[in-house]
């Protein structure tokens, strides 16, 4: 059954060091999204993308956060310079048409972020 | 505000237990309900879902009802086994791009 992969599935960074997070969505899936959770609270969505651009983003998603997808397969989350604050679980997801009322978003395992 | 509470947890039952686990949401308007559950080293899956007022999703013996007069989509199952241990995560429908409204997670741990 075709999947969403992530790596790495942990990684450990100091503080102020850029970070990318990288994601294999499901190959015909044209809508891929980007949600965190900080242990102990809500999964919290970080921004989505289509055709090529970001569709929507929350307030989380700032300056310090870019996505991208350089070839046909990879979807990166980069954040440019980590703050402790941005230790969490980040969740790749992909649907395969606009989702909106539907909701069958496809999951990654997650990578984990430490920022020391 | 836009939010989904669900019941805190780590609930422990026994196998074969009856399972509720409760969910409120507030919304404007009227957004699809969904119940996520992520097993032990996997990523969140679809576990079921309703699209409108007084639906019942069902799956995997879990079923949960959209109840707009009480704003909320309680999961439940009969009869509960070791294999349904994991976290259950309550959501609704966001913004315009399918992204999803979560609650915190509560995690089931059922024992033999």
């Known amino acids: 059954e075709p999947e969403v992969t992530q790596t790495p599935s942990h990684q450990v960074t100091q503080m102020g060091q850029e970070v990318i997070l990288r994601c294999v969505p499901i190959s015909n899936h044209l809508y891929f999204y980007w949600y965190r959770q900080i242990l102990g609270q809500k999964v919290e969505f970080l921004v989505s993308f289509y055709n090529n651009e970001i569709s929507e983003k929350s307030e989380i998603f700032d300056d310090q956060f870019s996505v991208e997808r350089p070839d046909g397969s990879n979807f990166t989350l980069k954040i440019r310079s980590t703050k402790l604050e941005d230790s969490a679980m980040y969740f790749c997801a992909s649907s395969e048409a606009r989702a909106r009322g539907t909701g069958e978003l496809f999951f990654g395992e997650g990578s984990r972020l430490t920022v020391l | 505000g836009n939010s989904v509470t669900q019941m805190e947890g780590p609930v422990t039952l026994s196998e074969e237990a009856f399972l509720t686990i409760n969910c409120t949401y507030t919304a404007t308007g009227y957004p699809s309900l969904f119940w996520y559950v992520q097993y032990p080293g996997e990523g969140l899956q679809l576990l079921l879902k309703?699209?409108?007022?007084?639906d019942k999703g069902s799956n995997k013996g879990f079923e949960a009802t959209y109840r707009k007069e009480t704003t909320s989509f309680h999961l439940e199952k009969g009869s509960v086994q070791v294999s349904d241990s994991a976290v259950y995560f309550c959501a609704r429908s966001g913004g315009s791009q399918g992204n999803l409204i979560f609650g915190k997670g509560t995690k089931l741990s059922v024992k033999p």
């Open positions: 309703a699209t409108k007022a007084d």
